[in-house]
């Protein structure tokens, strides 16, 4: 029953974006992979870098210099025709209870090493902080374009 719902739904959102834009497999440029760069439609490379966390807190000045810097660095290859940098960012707050687990596993260890049973009181510690993180990812993706798609973009 569940799954005659679920597939109803989805050739009925499937209709709809076929009805008013486009089919939903026509959204996704991604071609290939080759030596670990995805390659789109248009032969363009992309790769994709995670950033991790920050280990102070940034203030109005410090995000000021980190974006003066960054723009500096950057100015040069990307003033040049042919790459463009998409950042990506993520809240999922349903994927906090994995990496709390993660992080709370040395203190496991730690904890087994020396005899101590608090394997309970670290379980709820780990569901109490859960109630009130989020784990939040950000991604650089820099594309390496090709020509006929920047002649698109300069054309448009």
Same mark, same amino acid.
Request: glycine residues 8%; charged residues 20%.
């Given at each position: ?65 980190? #974006? $003066? *810097? %960054?723009? !500096?660095?950057?100015?040069? /290859?990307?003033?040049?025709? +042919? ?6 960012? =993520? ?8 990496? #709390? $687990? *993660? %992080?709370? !596993?040395?203190?496991?260890? /730690?904890?087994?090493?020396? +005899? ?6 670290? =379980? ?9 993180? $989020? ?22």
């Amino acid at each position: 029953m569940l799954d005659m719902l679920v597939n109803g739904v989805d050739r009925g959102v499937r209709a709809l974006s076929e009805a008013f834009a486009a089919p939903v497999h026509s959204y996704c440029r991604l071609e290939t992979v080759d030596n670990g760069v995805l390659v789109a439609d248009d032969g363009s490379l992309i790769s994709l870098m995670r950033l991790e966390g920050s280990l102070v807190h940034v203030g109005e000045k410090e995000y000021a210099g980190i #974006i $003066a *810097g %960054l723009t !500096e660095k950057l100015q040069s /290859t990307l003033s040049k025709p +042919g790459h463009v940098l998409q950042v990506v960012f =993520e809240y999922d707050p349903e994927s906090s209870g994995e990496r #709390i $687990a *993660g %992080l709370l !596993e040395p203190s496991r260890l /730690t904890a087994k090493n020396l +005899g101590l049973h608090i394997g309970p009181l670290l =379980e709820d510690w780990g569901h109490a902080l859960q109630r009130y993180c $989020a784990l939040e990812t950000c991604r650089i993706v820099p594309w390496k374009t090709c020509a006929r798609w920047i002649w698109k973009a300069y054309a448009a």
